[in-house]
């Protein structure tokens, strides 16, 4: 990694200051990326194909929430104020949070529901809701 940072670094500070190295640093985290799976991926015997089929749910979920948050921005338009720029990030956590989540669990339900984060999440919340007796039908 040092390697490639180094002289990345180096010469875009040069180059264009501190902008530049940041981009050095970020430029040489995307290269060494795919190494360092593929390192990590042989070394713990993981396939590609079983890791997507991990994460595909929460990046589309992620995906979705920012396309939403970022849409919903810009058809805000600009702000002049910070009241604007409140609106922007309380509604913006909302929504986003209100999109990942719906996403997130249809994802899951078209992926077959099965065992794992969500599963965990929804048996406390009816194990609560059992406990003060009020659980949704058929639970």
Known sequence: YLLL???LVATLTL??????????????????LPINYALLFREIGLSVSRYVSRVWRPLSATAAMYATVAGGITMMGPA???QGWMLRL????????????????????????????????LGAIRERLRRRGRAPAGS
């Open 80 to 82: 002049e104020q910070v």
């Open 90 to 121: 309380v509604g913006g956590t909302v929504v986003g949070a209100a999109v990942y989540f719906a996403v997130l669990l249809g994802t899951w339900k078209l992926a077959g529901s099965p065992s794992g984060a969500e599963s965990t999440l």
């Open 15 to 32: 180059k264009h200051g501190l902008v530049g190295a940041a981009w050095g640093f970020l430029a040489a985290g995307l290269i060494m």
């Open 5 to 7: 940072m180094v002289p």
